[in-house]
Structures are given as C-alpha cells and as structure tokens.
C-alpha cells in the first residue's frame, strides 16, 4: 500500500453476520440487512449494476456533478478534509478531487479488502492526497482517524445510500453526519428522485441478471461464511416499486417449501415466502429538505438532473448545538 495512505482497522464484525441472521429469520416477515450486501464479491457485482442500462442513477449523479463542482468548491472552499461513508470503489470522490482540493480524505468501507485496493488504486492516481482509510460499518459510527488534520469537513454520501434508511433511521443517519462534521462542517449528498415506476422498476431487474446476483449473493454468503444449510438456486430474486411507501423493496423469494439450517437453528420457508434484503427509499426535493431540516442540516442548494431523475444537495450545520 502507498504510503500516503493510511489503514485504520475499526474491526466491523463480521460475525455480526450471524446474530443479524438468526434475529432476521426469527421474524414472520423475514430480512437481512442491506450492509451485508457488501463483501469483496457483493461490491464488485454492485459496480457491474453501476454499469447496466437501465440502472440510471450513476449516470445522472455523475452528469449533475460534472456540471455543479465549480460551484460546490466555490461554496466549501478547498483544504477541506472530505469524509465518505461506505465509499465503495471511489469512483465518485474522482470528480470531485482537483477541484475540491482536500487536504485529507478518509474513504469508510466495511469490506476491508476492497477498501485496502480501491484506496491503493486513488493513491496512484492522486499522489498529492493524503488518504486515511477506515473500515468501519458506518450505519453505527463515523469515527474519523485522530491524524487527520483539524480543519472544516465535507461529507460526502453520493448515490442515494440514504434511501437504503427507513425514514425514521434515515433521520438518525443524518444526525450522526451532523455531529461528524463538526462546526463549519457541510455534507454533499446524492439521493434518488420519485419517478416513473416503469424505470424504477427497469433499474433493479437489469436484463443482464447482475442485481439477482447481487442480491442472491447474500444466500451464498450465509452458506460459505456460516456453514449453514442452505440453497441459493431454490430462491429467486424479486423487486418491485411500493408506490404506498415510496421505496424500491428487493426481496429472495423461496420457489418451494425448504429449510435453512444454520448451527443447529432451523428456519423453514413456504413456497412463495420473501426475505426482505432492501428497501430503497426516493425522495421528493421538498420531503428530502424537510427531512434534513429536521436532522439540523441547514439547505444550501441542490441541483437536479436531466428530468428530475436525480438530486444532489449541499447542507450546512445548522446554528444550534454540534
């Protein structure tokens, strides 16, 4: 690894896998949390979705910040440190780097090997950017490394993670940034639009299959990580617009009557029966400000692309207590 780049191990447990299994399929509607998703295999099949015709999103968030940054580093300055939770491969933080010009940046990820790669890969690319990688399951802290210089921060959430939130956890998430940011802090944050449910639809059952993949993928982990009983052929993947709840939902849908077995715990499945593994919340400008508002985020402004397909914001601190 780069010297420039820095390790910081925050031990997410993985074997956090395990209790959430056991308490998901304990309930009559049975989940799995969408953090698990994301090892090494789960976050390189999430960029090939990144790359499917229908599945809009990275090209629009892309287009509204080509077209914004100038004015985004006009309002947060440069030297700023720039934080970003669940950073994935870094792709995005690219189009924001030489204009932005942070004097630090700490990617967070809690697949610790694909972060290790992805922060070797930017070091290459950015020889002038001191990195501080920190993996970390950012849905229950944000800690950012004591080395990192104390100057104003920048969140940075692209890509509509935030509708991954149930509304009310979306809220807490937000308060978390707040205090993460400090005084002076901002965040920059993409979230998804409501839209035709044709093209939402369209983005989360890609012709090529890699979103039933993704999200059978999680079956397989269960099977090679836990040893468990189990056969990811028998389920098939399913999501669909909620128009009521104004979310994607993806679920693993069992094709017949079948157990899990997993150390000496049995979990039976009907014919027909779901595993929620995601809700994808989208939200309307005036609700997603609302929201934020009432996180103690202060609306700076937003640009939307093309169509509306896609929103990105720029929030402040508010005044009252960090």
Not at 37 to 62: H, M, T, V, W
Not at 172 to 200: C, H, N, P, W, Y
Not at 203 to 211: E, L, Q, R, S, V
Request: with cysteine; charged share 25%.
């Amino acid at each position: 690894m780069s010297q420039q780049v820095t390790f910081h191990d925050h031990k997410p447990k993985e074997s956090n896998l395990y209790s959430a299994i056991l308490y998901g399929f304990s309930q009559s509607a049975k989940t799995i949390p969408p953090k698990f998703f994301y090892n090494e295999r789960g976050s390189r099949l999430f960029d090939e979705i990144c790359d499917q015709p229908e599945y809009y999103l990275p090209d629009a968030e892309k287009t509204v910040l080509n077209r914004c940054v100038n004015e985004i580093a006009e309002i947060t300055g440069e030297n700023r440190v720039i934080f970003e939770p669940g950073a994935g491969n870094l792709s995005k933080i690219r189009l924001l780097l030489d204009v932005l010009k942070p004097i630090a940046y700490v990617p967070m990820d809690i697949s610790s090997d694909f972060l290790k790669s992805a922060a070797a890969g930017l070091a290459g690319d950015y020889p002038w950017l001191p990195i501080h990688a920190a993996c970390v399951d950012f849905t229950h802290s944000l800690p950012l490394p004591e080395a990192v210089p104390d100057k104003p921060r920048l969140a940075f959430f692209p890509g509509s993670s935030l509708g991954n939130f149930h509304r009310a956890e979306a809220k807490e998430f937000l308060l978390m940034i707040r205090q993460a940011l400090g005084r002076e802090g901002m965040l920059l944050i993409g979230v998804d639009t409501k839209k035709s449910v044709s093209v939402l639809n369209a983005a989360y059952n890609d012709a090529a299959g890699i979103t039933a993949k993704f999200n059978l993928n999680l079956l397989w982990r269960i099977r090679h990580e836990l040893q468990a009983e189990c056969e990811p052929d028998n389920f098939d993947h399913h999501a669909f617009y909620n128009r009521d709840e104004g979310r994607i939902e993806m679920h693993l849908v069992s094709q017949r009557e079948q157990a899990v077995r997993i150390n000496g715990h049995r979990f039976s499945f009907d014919p027909g029966e779901t595993v929620q593994t995601e809700c994808s919340y989208k939200y309307a400008p005036e609700e997603f400000l609302a929201l934020a508002t009432d996180a103690g985020l202060q609306p700076i402004k937003h640009w939307l692309a093309k169509d509306e397909l896609f929103a990105v914001y720029l929030l402040g601190v508010s005044a009252w207590e960090v």
